[in-house]
């Protein structure tokens, strides 16, 4: 297997790496997550303009001929260096919901959304996780009634809805067939400005990390839709859903990997010249290992994102490799970030080290999109087992 980027490909890499030195310096990076604020929306129109929502979205809407999922984790692994939990700003709207648009949408969903995205104009929230529902998704309990005139009627209670108060679009995943069995019975809403909506009440929840992307709880009381807010055909909500989740687990190896080897290049430098005991720190064996360990670990992950990248771009689909990209990814990410942080020593303990931002951020892709456990499940699956 040839996983060699292409020409194009390590220009992404050059550029993203300039772009996120020039606008997410690190004090700057460190007051959004002190202020627990998202970073403003200029930012993420700059990529847009640099073209980087549309490595998964059709060239109709100014995306490339063909995806481009290698482009797009060279760029995820240099943007996460700067900052994870950023990153899945960018990737709710560029990896999950977008492609899920563009792929299941009616075309004036197409027309509404995807120039926004393209544009870098808009933040898009996923409404899929419930009190009564995580890891066991497909159980969720919201319910979309359609009225006699067509109209969708929405009550229930979605968690951890991510950026939901400053989203453009909000996609909702809702029961609509009571009767039918988990799966079966889900559809998906586009459902525009969520966080304008009276019928919509959403309430921060305070995480560990993640400071700069909010996330919410969503009550909806009797909120009406009209019937060309559903996404795909009714009660096929499921197959919309489980593209995303897939492309989310692949985007988040790449993020684990891209935010390790940031950790890892700062510990180098830094125990390079940190001296104790007459030599750097960087001489001592049992040092010397934990940084080996730290890069084998990465770069072992990155194989493993970078096949579900190859998988992704040959069949148009990657369920088990995504998981794999997954597992090693998220696992590297805090290791490194454990490891690290504990090789700076009391450096590594202040905030300004940025390693108590990427010890908080890391422990979010062992859990959200599917913890550790489901993603072997999956693999196990994979395996016949
Ligand atoms: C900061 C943050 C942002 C999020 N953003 C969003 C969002 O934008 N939209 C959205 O819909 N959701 C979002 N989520 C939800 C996230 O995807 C879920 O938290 C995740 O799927 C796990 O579900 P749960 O929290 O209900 O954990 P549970 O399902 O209660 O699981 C708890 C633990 O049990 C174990 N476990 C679970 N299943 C198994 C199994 N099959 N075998 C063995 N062990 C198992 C695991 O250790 C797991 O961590 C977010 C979560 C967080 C924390």
């Known amino acids: 297997m040839d996983f060699e980027l292409s020409e194009e490909q390590r220009a992404i890499t ?60 060279a760029f995820v692994e ?25 792929k299941f949408g009616t075309q004036a969903q197409k027309d509404i959304v995807l120039p926004k995205v393209m544009a870098g104009e808009i933040f898009m929230a996923l409404g899929l996780t419930e009190p009564g529902s995580g890891s066991d998704a497909a159980s969720l309990r919201t319910t979309a009634v359609k009225r006699a005139d067509g109209h969708w009627v929405i009550s229930g209670e979605k968690l951890y809805c991510s950026q939901a108060k400053s989203a453009g679009f909000l996609i909702l995943a809702a029961r609509t067939d009571p009767h039918a069995v988990k799966q079966e019975g889900i559809s998906t809403f586009l459902i ?23 996330t919410f709880s969503a009550h909806f009381r009797d909120l009406v839709l009209p019937p060309d807010a559903l996404i795909g055909p009714e009660n096929k909500g499921w197959q919309c859903v489980l593209g995303g989740l897939d492309n989310e687990r692949l985007y988040h190896g790449a993020i684990g990997v891209g935010a390790s080897q940031a950790i890892i290049d700062e510990v180098v430098v830094y125990l390079k010249q940190r001296v104790q005991f007459g030599k750097p720190l960087s001489k001592l064996q049992s040092v010397r290992h934990k940084i080996v360990d730290m890069q084998l670990r990465t770069d072992a992950a990155r194989l493993l994102v970078y096949r579900g990248a190859s ?8 369920h088990n490799e995504a998981s794999f990209a997954k597992v090693a990814g998220a696992e590297c990410y805090m290791h490194c970030a454990y490891t690290g942080l504990h090789l700076l020593g009391g450096y590594g303990y202040t905030v300004d080290s940025g390693l108590p931002m990427h010890f908080q951020d890391a422990k979010l892709f062992e859990i959200g999109g599917g913890a550790m456990e489901v993603q072997r499940d999956i693999i196990a699956r994979g395996m016949g087992l």
């Open 78 to 102: 240099q943007f996460a260096r700067a900052s994870s939990a950023i990153t899945t700003a960018w990737g709710r709207v560029a990896v999950i919901l977008a492609p899920m648009v563009a």
């Open 311 to 318: 998988v992704l771009e040959k069949t148009g689909a990657c």
């Open 192 to 214: 525009p400005n969520p966080g304008s909506n009276p019928a919509i009440e959403l309430t921060r929840i305070e995480t560990m990390g993640l400071g700069p992307v909010p």
């Open 14 to 73: 050059e550029t993203t790496r300039r772009f996120v030195e020039k606008e997410m310096p690190r004090q700057q990076v460190l007051q959004w997550v002190r202020d627990k604020v998202e970073p403003p929306q200029e930012l993420f129109k700059k990529l847009g303009k640099m073209g980087y929502y549309g490595f998964l979205l059709p060239e109709a809407y100014s995306g490339l001929e063909r995806p481009d999922p290698m482009g797009m984790l």
